[in-house]
C-alpha cells in the first residue's frame, strides 16, 4: 500500500447496475448506524434499495467474539430490487470475527475491506484463526484492501484533544467515508446527521465528521482503490420518496388511523423485541392524540388497550410471538365483547424466547386458532416494510367496521429492514367511520338498548361508549344472549353465536388476491405471504430472464382468505409455497381448498434468497419435483 | 431523570365526571338482571349498599363503569344499571386502566376478589395502586375460592382444610392492607360487608379521592367458608376485636372506650385505657404510612384486632392525569401535520 502527498489521478469509474454491500464488525463497532447512515445516502441519491440487519440478541456480547458479530446489508440498484441481496459483491470487516462469521458469503473476486488494526495475535486466536489470515493466501480469491482504520482515524483525530478511547470509536465514520467515496454517495446528509446526533457534544460531531472525510480523503488520495462504482438512481414511480423501516411505517400507519378514524389512539404494549420500537416511535407523536402506555407485563398491555377501546379509543398493542401467547386469554374476551382492537406481531425466530433478533414466519397459525374455543379473528400480513403503514390501516378498517380485533403480522426482517417509500398523500386516506351507537335499538320498541343486536350486513355490533345515556349495559366473556346481549346458557343460543362470530368475519369484504403472471400461461404458481414477497418476486424474476413461466401471488388477507383464491389455486398444475416455518400457510391451503400445494421451508432467521428460490423454481419447472 | 412540575390542581376523585341534578334512587342504579348469588352471600349486603350509595355521588348514571375479573363477586357489574364490563381472571385493573386513562369523564370501578386480585391478579394490582390511576378497587375478600368450590385463597389462613387442602393449607397468608400500603397505594380502607354505615363511609372517601383507591371489603362466604368473620359480628368480645379508626381522632376501641392503641418500640399494641397515659395513645393520621403499616399488622390476620376505616388517603399526581396532561400540552403547542410525519425529514422527489 503506498500513500502519496497529492491527489493521485481519480480512479476509473466503473457503472454498476446494482451492488450490495456488508458492514461487519463488533457490536460496539456502529455497524448499524454505518449501515444506516449509508442507505439514507443511497435513498438521497435516488437508488432503490433494501436493508437486512442482522444483529445479535445480547447488547453486547464478550468483545471480539463471533457471538458478538454485527452486520448490516445493503442492496442498491439502478432498478426496482426485491431483496436485500443474497451475498454481498463488497465486505467491510471490522475485526477477525466480523472476517471469520462473514467470509464465506463473499463470492470469489469480491471486495474486502478489512480494518488491519484489530488484527493482532488475541484477536486472532480468540476466534479461532490458528495464523493471520491476512498474511496467508486463504483471501487470495478475494480483492483484499488491509486498511488501518483506528490509526488512520487516530490521527486525522489527534489534534482535536479527544481521547484515544473516543477517537478510536470513530472509525466506524471512516470506513463510511471511504465506502462513499468508493460509491459516490452524498455526503451533506451525514455530515448534518452527525451534528445533531451529537448536538451537545459539539466536539464528538465534529470528531465523528473529521473521520468521515479522513475516510473519503483516504479513498480519493491512496492508490489503494483502482476503481470506484457509480450506481445510476432508479426510475421509480413519480413521487416523493423516503427511506422507512417496517415499525417506522407500522407506527405511522397507528398515528394515520388515528386520523382516518377520528379516534383517540391508546396503545398499551410491553418491550419486546423486535417490535418495541413501535412503542418508542407513538412515544413522540402525542400531538396527534395518540396515548402510549408502557404496561407492567403483556397481559396488561393488551387489557389496557381493551379497556381503551369500551371507551370508545382506537386500542392497540404490540408485540412479538411470545406476547402474543400471553395476550391469547385477552385476545379471546376481545372476541366475545367484539370490540374494535390492533393486535401488532413482529415475529421472531420461536419456540420460546427462540432468536428475538432474527426472522420467521413460525406465528400464522398462532394468530388463527391460538385461543380456546371458536375464537376466529381477522389477520393481515405486509409484505414489504413501506407496506406496514397500509397494513395497518387496513387492519383499523377491518377492527372498526366489523368490531372485532385483528391480528396484524409483521416479522423481524421487515420491523428492522427498510425501502424507500412512496409517501402517500395524506389527504387520500380513506376515512373509517367508528359510527358509535346513539339511539336506544331494541327491534320491540321498548326503548331498550340491545348490545348484540347486529348490522345485517356486516354483522357487527353496536359500538356504545360509557357516557352515552340510555345504552347502559354490560358485556363480559360469558356467552350472551343473540340480540338483547344478556347472560344466556341456552345451548341453541350458544350454537348461533358461535356461528354469528364466524361468520361475521368470513364475510369480511377484502380484496381479491392477484396473480403475477406475465405469460398468461404458467403452469407453476408460487403464493406466499407476508415478507417473503421480496424473495418470491426476485426468484421469479430471475427464473423468467431464464425464459421460464412463473406465476406468483401473496396474500395480504390470511384471514378471512380472497374470495377468488380457491379459483386462482385451481388453474394452476403445480403450487408452490414457500415459508419461513414448517408449513402453515400450506396447511391452512391444502385443508381449506383441497389443494396439492407443495411446501418449502426454510427456518434459519434469516430472509429467503433469491438465488435459493430461483434453483427451487426452476427445480419444479424440470420436473424435479413433479 | 428530571421532575417534571406538571402544575396539577388538588383536585377530587369524581371531578370532570359529569354530575347530574335528577334525583337517582338504589331503583335507578339497579338492572334487569336475577342476581344469581347463594342464599346468605355477602355480596348482596355490598350490592344493596352500593346501590344506595352510588346515587349519593350526584354523576350521572352513564358515566359509571364497573369492571370485573372473574369470581363470584365479579358478577357485581351485570347486577348495576351503569356500563360495566365483566373481564377475565385477575385483569380487570388492565382493562380499567386504559379506560380511566382515555376517560377521566368517567367513574371508573373494579370489583374483584381475594383469588381474582391477589392471586392471579396480584401484578396488576400492585402496579395499578403503585401508578395511582384513578380507580376504585373493591376488594371482597372472603378468604376462600368461590366459584371453583372451595380451594384455599392467598388470604385463607395456613392449616385450613379446603377441597385442595385436606391435610390443611400449608400456604401463608397475605395481608391485603399491607401488601397495597406497599405498592405505594395512596388510599387504603377496609370494612365489614354487613357494616352498611362503615362501608358506605369508606366508599364515600374512596370515591373522593383521586387516585387508586383499595377498599378491602370483609365478606362472608356460607358455603364454603361460612362464619368466617363472625367473631367481628357477634360474641362477646366483637367490639374488642374491631377498632374502627377516624382521621385525626384517638384510637380507642371497645365498651365505653375501654381499649386503646399505643405505640411500641417500631409498632403498636392494644393496651387498656385506663392502664396507659392519655398521650401516649396513637391519633390516627390517615398521612402517616408507617402508622397505617403499624395498624395492618396490629395482630396476626386471626382477627383478633381488626381494624376498619380508612388506613391511609394522601395526594399524589395519578398517572391518568399526568398522562393526559402529556398528551394535552402536545396537542396545544403543536399542530399535528399528517403529512409532515409521513415525510420525515428527508424526502426526494422521483419525476415521471
Request: charged content about 40%; proline content about 0%; overall charge negative.
Given at each position: 500500500m503506498t500513500t502519496t502527498d497529492t491527489a493521485v489521478d481519480q480512479p476509473e469509474v466503473v457503472q454498476k447496475d446494482r451492488v450490495v454491500i456488508r458492514f461487519a464488525g463488533d457490536s460496539g463497532d456502529g455497524m448499524q448506524l454505518t449501515g444506516d447512515r449509508f442507505t439514507s445516502e443511497t435513498a438521497a441519491f435516488g437508488n432503490d434499495l433494501s436493508t437486512l440487519p442482522n444483529f445479535p440478541a445480547e447488547i453486547r456480547a464478550p468483545a471480539g467474539t463471533l457471538p458478538g458479530v454485527s452486520s448490516f446489508q445493503l442492496h442498491f440498484a439502478n432498478y426496482d430490487i426485491l431483496t436485500p441481496g443474497d451475498r454481498p459483491d463488497v465486505l467491510v470487516a471490522m475485526n477477525p470475527a466480523a472476517l471469520k462469521a462473514n467470509i464465506a458469503d463473499l463470492p470469489a473476486g469480491g471486495v474486502l475491506i478489512v480494518n488491519t488494526d484489530e488484527f493482532t495475535k488475541r484477536n486472532l486466536t480468540k476466534v479461532g484463526y490458528a495464523a493471520n489470515p491476512l498474511e496467508d493466501e486463504s483471501l487470495e480469491q478475494y480483492q483484499v484492501h488491509e486498511v488501518a482504520m483506528a490509526t488512520l482515524t487516530m490521527g486525522a483525530l489527534?489534534?482535536?484533544?479527544?481521547s484515544k478511547k473516543d477517537a478510536e470509536r470513530a472509525k466506524n465514520m471512516f470506513a463510511l467515508g471511504l465506502l462513499s467515496w468508493m460509491y459516490h454517495r452524498p455526503s451533506e446528509g451525514t455530515e448534518r446527521f452527525l451534528r445533531e446526533k451529537f448536538a451537545r457534544r459539539p466536539d464528538l460531531a465534529e470528531a465523528n465528521i473529521l473521520a468521515f472525510r479522513a475516510g473519503h480523503a483516504y479513498g480519493e488520495t491512496?492508490?489503494?482503490?483502482a476503481v470506484t462504482y457509480e450506481v445510476k438512481p432508479a426510475p421509480l414511480p413519480a413521487g416523493t420518496y423516503r427511506q422507512i423501516t417496517g415499525n417506522t411505517a407500522l407506527a405511522y400507519g397507528i398515528v394515520a388511523a388515528g386520523q382516518t378514524t377520528g379516534l383517540p389512539v391508546f396503545l398499551g404494549s410491553y418491550p419486546i423485541t423486535p417490535a418495541s420500537d413501535i412503542l418508542h416511535e407513538l412515544s413522540k407523536h402525542k400531538s396527534f392524540n395518540v396515548t402510549t402506555f408502557q404496561a407492567e407485563d403483556e397481559i396488561s398491555g393488551i387489557g389496557s388497550a381493551l379497556g381503551a377501546s369500551f371507551g370508545g379509543a382506537l386500542g392497540v398493542t404490540t408485540t412479538s410471538g411470545p406476547g402474543v401467547a400471553l395476550k391469547s386469554e385477552t385476545i379471546g374476551l376481545a372476541v366475545a365483547l367484539e370490540l374494535p382492537l390492533l393486535i401488532i406481531d413482529v415475529q421472531r425466530g420461536g419456540p420460546s424466547t427462540g432468536l428475538p433478533t432474527k426472522t420467521e414466519q413460525a406465528d400464522l397459525l398462532q394468530a388463527m386458532f391460538?385461543?380456546?374455543?371458536?375464537a376466529p379473528v381477522p389477520v393481515v400480513a405486509p409484505q414489504s416494510p413501506g407496506d406496514c403503514f397500509d397494513a395497518a390501516l387496513e387492519a383499523v378498517r377491518i377492527a372498526v367496521t366489523y368490531r372485532t380485533p385483528v391480528l396484524l403480522l409483521s416479522d423481524g426482517s421487515l420491523a428492522n429492514g427498510s425501502e424507500p417509500w412512496k409517501v402517500p398523500d395524506a389527504t387520500t386516506l380513506a376515512p373509517v367511520d367508528p359510527n358509535f351507537a346513539t339511539e336506544p335499538n331494541a327491534p320491540d320498541g321498548s326503548g331498550e338498548f340491545w348490545p348484540y343486536l347486529r348490522d345485517d350486513d356486516t354483522l357487527a355490533r353496536p359500538w356504545a361508549v360509557p357516557g352515552t345515556k340510555g345504552l347502559e349495559h354490560r358485556i363480559g366473556g360469558l356467552e350472551k344472549a343473540?340480540?338483547?346481549?344478556?347472560i344466556s346458557y341456552d345451548p341453541a343460543n350458544h350454537d348461533r353465536m358461535v356461528r354469528l362470530r364466524a361468520a361475521k368475519i368470513d364475510g369480511i369484504t377484502v380484496p381479491d388476491i392477484e396473480v403475477d403472471d406475465p405469460s398468461g400461461d404458467a403452469d407453476l404458481l408460487v403464493i406466499g405471504w407476508g415478507s417473503t414477497y421480496g424473495p418470491i418476486g426476485a426468484g421469479a424474476r430471475r427464473v423468467r430472464a431464464l425464459g421460464h413461466k412463473v406465476a406468483t401471488a401473496h396474500l395480504r388477507h390470511l384471514n378471512p382468505m380472497p374470495a377468488n383464491l380457491g379459483e386462482v389455486l385451481g388453474r394452476y398444475d403445480k403450487v408452490l409455497v414457500p415459508e419461513m416455518n414448517l408449513g402453515q400457510l400450506v396447511m391452512l391451503l391444502r385443508a381449506k381448498y383441497l389443494v396439492d400445494a407443495q411446501s418449502y421451508t426454510n427456518v434459519t432467521g434469516l430472509p429467503f434468497k433469491a438465488e435459493e428460490l430461483q434453483d427451487l423454481f426452476l427445480s419444479y419447472l424440470s420436473g424435479v419435483h413433479a | 431523570m428530571t421532575a417534571l412540575d406538571l402544575g396539577l390542581p388538588t383536585i377530587g376523585g369524581l371531578d370532570g365526571v359529569p354530575t347530574t341534578t335528577d334525583k337517582q334512587t338504589a331503583k335507578d342504579f339497579t338492572s334487569d338482571q336475577e342476581v344469581r348469588w347463594c342464599p346468605g352471600c355477602g355480596d348482596y349486603a355490598v350490592l344493596a349498599a352500593v346501590r344506595q350509595f352510588l346515587p349519593t355521588l350526584g354523576i350521572r348514571r352513564e358515566n359509571t363503569v364497573f369492571v370485573s375479573g372473574i369470581g363470584c363477586s365479579s358478577r357485581f357489574p351485570y347486577y348495576l344499571n351503569t356500563y360495566g364490563m365483566h373481564s377475565i381472571h385477575g385483569r380487570a385493573p388492565t382493562i380499567a386502566t386504559g379506560l380511566a386513562v382515555t376517560r377521566p369523564d368517567l367513574s371508573v370501578w373494579v370489583v374483584t376478589g381475594d383469588g381474582d386480585a391477589l392471586s392471579i391478579g396480584g401484578n396488576h394490582l400492585i402496579h395499578a395502586l403503585r401508578r395511582n390511576v384513578n380507580l376504585k378497587i373493591l376488594l371482597f375478600n372472603n378468604r376462600i375460592y368461590g366459584l371453583t368450590k372451595g380451594q384455599y385463597s392467598p388470604t385463607s389462613e395456613e392449616g385450613k382444610i379446603t377441597k385442595s387442602t385436606p391435610f390443611g393449607s400449608i400456604d401463608h397468608p397475605f395481608n391485603p392492607i399491607s401488601l397495597a400500603l406497599g405498592a405505594e397505594a395512596t388510599f387504603v380502607g377496609r370494612a365489614l360487608d354487613s357494616d352498611r354505615k362503615g362501608l358506605t363511609a369508606v366508599l364515600g372517601a374512596a370515591a373522593a379521592h383521586r387516585g387508586s383507591a383499595l377498599v378491602e371489603i370483609f365478606q362472608d362466604c356460607p358455603i364454603f367458608n361460612d362464619g368466617s368473620f363472625d367473631v367481628l359480628r357477634k360474641g362477646d368480645d366483637a367490639d374488642t376485636r374491631v377498632i374502627d379508626v377516624r382521621h385525626g381522632e384517638p384510637i380507642r376501641f371497645g365498651t365505653e372506650g375501654a381499649y386503646a392503641v399505643v405505640r411500641d418500640g417500631f409498632g403498636l399494641r392494644v393496651a387498656k385505657t385506663d392502664e396507659?397515659?392519655?398521650?401516649?395513645i396513637v391519633v390516627h393520621d390517615q398521612a402517616d404510612l408507617n402508622l397505617a403499616f403499624a395498624l395492618s399488622r396490629l395482630?396476626?390476620?386471626?382477627?383478633t384486632h381488626t381494624v376498619t376505616g380508612i388506613f391511609r388517603d394522601v395526594a399524589r399526581t395519578t398517572y391518568d392525569d399526568a398522562t393526559r396532561a402529556q398528551v394535552n400540552h402536545e396537542r396545544e403547542t403543536r399542530t399535528p401535520d399528517l403529512q409532515a410525519l409521513l415525510n420525515g425529514r428527508d424526502t426526494w422527489a422521483v419525476v415521471g
Open positions: 489527534a489534534e482535536t484533544g479527544l491512496t492508490e489503494a482503490f391460538g385461543r380456546n374455543g371458536e343473540d340480540g338483547r346481549g344478556s | 396507659v397515659d392519655e398521650a401516649d395482630s396476626d390476620q386471626d382477627l
